[in-house]
């Protein structure tokens, strides 16, 4: 008698240490969240943000984000730079948005001291399509097709530089920016949560190697936050960290 209870409770001591050992397993790509980071919902009858990281560039969501909200979304880096001679290269690869027509492009950011000003955009591309599960499965109609008159290539010079994408089917005035301050300034729509662009370094799924110079973003421009409406890649940049607050003399 003895025995058999020993016996139940070592399987209930197993049972707990199990359990334990799956919650960690499952924690390892939440490890990296910071606390203020916003939620990534799955997608509506659409592959989810984690699994497409994973499947196709062998990125984990949290663990690689280059642009993690670490306190407040003021401070959140969102600019690039030009890393080399050459054209910067952004280029829409993944559309799991809307169906009405969405536009990508890059602008200068207000000049300092400024904040009411509206940053200059230009506009490269647009398309109007939505990929499908099958497509990311097989591979067809990857990369969207463009529209007539798209370009992938410009020349923002030596200054910082952010990224946009906006869609026809939304009232947005203007569309969602990599820089979150940008999106909590200029679209009331999204104000609440602004942060928008999850950005990462660019990976060859088939090599495991990074790409130097290169990202991937995952862009949000409505509010359910699944992080794969447009899918982008940028080359010959690097993404600018903020300068931290300087120290106080003491
Ligand atoms: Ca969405």
Redesign the pocket.
């Known amino acids: 008698m003895m025995r058999r209870k020993w016996n139940s409770l070592s399987l209930v001591a197993l049972a707990a240490l199990l359990a334990v050992a799956d919650l960690a397993t499952r924690c390892v790509p939440c490890a990296a969240q910071e606390p203020a980071q916003p939620k990534v919902a799955p997608g509506p009858n659409e592959p989810d943000w984690a699994a497409i990281l994973r499947d196709h560039y062998g990125l984990s969501m949290f663990a690689d984000l280059k642009n993690p909200v670490k306190s407040t979304t003021e401070s959140t880096p969102g600019l690039f730079r030009r890393s080399g001679p050459g054209p910067v290269v952004y280029t829409p690869v993944i559309a799991l948005?809307l169906e009405t027509r969405t536009r990508g492009g890059w602008y200068i950011p207000a000049p300092s001291g400024s904040p009411a000003d509206r940053p200059a955009r230009t506009e490269l591309w647009s398309y109007v399509h939505k990929n499908t599960t099958d497509d990311l499965r097989t591979g067809k109609n990857l990369p969207p097709p463009l529209a007539d008159g798209s370009k992938t290539q410009f020349d923002p010079g030596d200054r910082p530089f952010g990224l946009w994408v906006a869609n026809d089917g939304l009232d947005e005035g203007g569309g969602v920016f990599t820089e979150p301050a940008l999106v909590a300034r200029w679209n009331r729509r999204l104000a609440r949560q602004p942060y928008k662009a999850m950005i990462y370094p660019f990976r060859e799924k088939s090599t495991g190697k990074i790409v130097p110079h290169s990202y991937l973003i995952g862009w949000?421009?409505?509010t359910?936050?699944?992080?794969?409406?447009v899918v982008c890649r940028v080359d010959n940049v690097e993404l600018v960290e903020k300068e931290s607050p300087k120290q106080a003399a003491p």
């Open positions: 948005g949000e421009y409505s359910n936050d699944d992080f794969q409406d």
